[in-house]
RNA sequence: GGGCGGUUUCCCGAGUGGCCAAAGGGGACAGACUGUAAAUCUGCUAGCGAUGCUUUCGGUGGUUCGAAUCCACCACCGCCCA
């Protein structure tokens, strides 16, 4: 049901389309995470449309235990629960096993963790995941995967591979026999199968072709940014990406930076999903080309330029970075609302600057100035920081 | 005029002789956050030439080896009686 065309490229970085039941997603794409069926710091659908974002992710854990996926199906799925009509990816849980459950609980038909809501016990395993998401009726499913610890033994990855790798067997069988029922809230929704392996490229490897022996309809590359370094990361990139299909999406799990973002597109990724524009936009840290501002410092409090000049976000056509400062200091949930909106335009935005600049030829050049201009530590001692510069500049 | 209670580091507030530069909270300041148990969490908040020294618990003086803590007087605040 899916399509994905690939539009431009420049080296391994490349513009592409991925045509869904939901709407064609323009990629590199930055998905939007709303874990459970929104966006934190008060962000609605109507925003996430008003800022251009093309695509939401939310959470089969999450939605499962508050309000049920069960709930959800009956009124109709969560593209029409959260009104939201462009494509939803919803990631798995496995994220969850690795953040919430115990790793002696692991066992070949699922895992047992408790609700971090009421302590209750849960049991998840591939086909649990994948009806719950099948109730949910996301445009993309994510296979139940393990995410292992960047600090985990190799003998443990390669026990933990072997299990995702049979894990994504069951996925595929489950999600084919619901996506031929008649009463499925989604019939096309597509899966994504997920690469793991750690920091082990040799593992990784083995697991990527093993997971694309599979006909999905994109990979995943997951268990990266979760302690190992940058460097690690892109070698892993390095690795892996050419042994994903090329004829289908690559989405990097979880990642990240803006700088993180550039360097993956760079090494083959379409897909990027991360918690940082909302969670540091709830934080008062805030993105700009020129690296992030903390709002809530002092210097701001008088500082009445908009967050990043020249931003075409609605919120720095209209609010001054001492005013949100104040509400930020003031507690006023409309100071978390603006810095989220403000970042996740950004993210979505920097997306778009990425896709022209494939399309230009230009991606060498753009990419190589993007980064310098990121890099903060070179920016926070250049003049344009610096209250004084603007003070002349608005002078003139 | 009389009686009682109070005055603590930016604020509130604990502390009634040494373990007190002084609990706890707030505020201020700074940092962290990568498929969201996160509008959260952490650090820090007298000064300095810094394993020590100096200044600080309304003011002044006293008792004591030692005082935020005890005594005297003074100032101010609150309540009650005239």
Redesign the pocket.
């Known amino acids: 049901m899916a399509e994905y065309k690939i539009i431009s490229t420049c080296g391994r970085a490349k513009h592409a389309e991925f045509k869904t039941v939901h709407g064609t997603v323009q990629t590199p794409v930055f998905m939007n ?4 069926g929104a ?4 962000v609605s659908s109507d925003d996430l449309e008003r800022i251009g974002t093309q695509i939401e ?3 089969t ?2 939605l499962h235990v508050r309000t049920g996926d069960e709930v959800i199906k009956r009124l109709g799925g969560l593209h029409k629960f959260m009104a939201w009509n462009r494509p939803i ?1 919803t ?10 459950a115990d790793i002696r609980k692991i066992k070949e038909e699922g895992v047992t963790f ?1 609700s ?2 009421d302590g209750h016990k849960i049991f998840m395993g591939p086909e649990e995941s994948i009806q719950i998401q099948s109730n949910l009726g996301s445009t993309i499913a ?7 610890s960047s600090v985990a033994t190799r003998e443990y990855v390669k026990d933990s591979i072997d299990r995702t790798a049979r894990w994504l067997v069951r996925c595929k069988k489950k999600l084919d026999e619901l996506n031929s029922r008649e009463d499925t809230v989604n019939p096309h929704q597509l899966l994504f199968g ?1 690469n ?1 392996g750690a920091v082990y490229n040799d593992l990784r490897i083995e697991h990527a072709k093993r997971i694309t022996e599979l006909d999905l309809d994109g990979y ?1 590359v ?6 190992e370094t ?1 460097e690690q ?1 892109y070698d892993v990139l390095d690795h892996v990406v050419p042994y994903l299909p090329k004829n289908k999406p690559t989405y990097l ?5 803006p700088a ?1 973002i550039i360097e993956a597109v760079d090494r083959g990724v379409d897909f990027f ?13 805030v993105y700009t080309h020129h690296g ?1 501002l ?1 709002l ?4 701001y ?1 008088e500082d009445d330029r908009p967050i990043e000049e020249g931003c075409q976000c609605p919120v720095c056509k209209r609010y001054s970075r001492a005013y949100i400062r104040h509400l930020l ?3 006023e ?1 409309l100071g ?1 609302r603006l810095c ?1 909106i403000h970042n996740l335009y950004f993210y979505n935005h920097l997306m778009e600057e990425i896709r022209n600049a494939i399309d230009d030829g230009t991606w060498d050049t753009w990419k190589k100035d993007a980064l310098y201009a990121l890099d903060e530590e070179h920016e926070k001692h250049t003049v344009m920081h610096q209250p004084a510069y603007y003070q002349k500049v608005r002078a003139k």
């Open positions: 995470v709303g874990t459970v966006v934190k710091g008060g992710l939310s959470n854990y999450h990816l990631d798995s849980g496995g994220f969850q096993v690795f953040s919430l408790r971090h809501i994510m296979a139940f995967d393990e995410c292992p997920i793991q995943a997951g268990g990266l940014a979760v302690g940058h990361m799990m979880g990642v990240g930076t993180n999903d991360c918690v940082y524009p909302s969670r540091n936009g709830r934080h008062g840290h992030h903390n809530v410092n002092a210097q409090t200091k003031a507690g949930m978390l989220t």
